[in-house]
């Protein structure tokens, strides 16, 4: 965000450790992408990554943990990792949540609420194949294993370029959709292609959300507030030793509001 545009919702806490929220999109068996590499993540570097997690003593915490962390009275630890998945693609179950549910970690899955149950449309027209996303029962079944259930809106729209009456729909209806679906609320939200403006963000505080995900990289404890929460994009090309490099190195705030 530039120093023009006023903060909005609460501010970290001074003095809080760097935490890593990870963006992932798909995981599963994928030969190696020309491009979109942020898009894949191979299940056996997945099921790696994981176990390093584990054995490297990085804890990793559920989305309000990490929010009442940042800007509550929650305790951060010092190497705090959260888990994203942006989409609602249905390999989610299929090839992380076993792995997540090996290690007990939690983990955030971001639904784009016209699609329950479909394909990946949108990612068809840039040449791409559309893989089948979440159904509303396997959506219930992640809420069963403790998974959060966010908003990724309803069409998966670059928001900056839409009207603010069609920015709010998109806010508005893929909330109440997914609670309806859910039957209980849906407080986080994440920017589909990490695209937003002041207006957008000032929106999705309109629209009821507590939280949400960008694409600004670096460390969470860098944000300007909790409505544009940086990450740490992971590529399907990352070793072992790249993805310790991003938790442990790349915790500079580095601007970006889109390309995913
Ligand atoms: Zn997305």
Known sequence: MSAAAPASGPRPLPGRPPLSILMYHQVGEFTAPRNHRAGYCH?????????????????????????????GDGELPPRGVVL???DGYRNFREHALPVLQHYGFPAAVYMISGLVGGRAEWLGADGR????????????????????????????????????????????????QLEDLLGEAVPHFCYPYGDYSPSVRDAVIDA???????????????????????????????????????LAMKNARKDRRGGY
């Open 43 to 71: 299940v056996h570097r997945f099921r790696t990554q994981m176990a390093f997690l584990a054995r490297a003593g990085y804890r990793v915490l559920s989305l309000d943990a990490a929010i009442a962390g940042l800007f």
């Open 84 to 86: 994203s998945f942006d």
């Open 129 to 176: 194949d559309t893989p089948p996303m979440l159904s509303a029962s396997e959506l219930r079944e992640l809420r069963q294993a403790g998974i959060t259930v966010g908003s990724h809106t309803v069409s998966h729209p670059r928001l900056s370029r839409l009207a603010a009456d069609a920015v709010a729909r998109e806010l508005r209806d893929s909330k109440a």
């Open 208 to 246: 009821g959300y507590r939280s949400a995900l960008s694409c600004i990289r670096g460390a969470a404890n860098t944000a300007d507030n909790v409505y544009e929460l940086p990450r740490k994009a992971i590529s399907y090309g990352d070793n072992l030793l790249g993805y310790w490099w991003k």
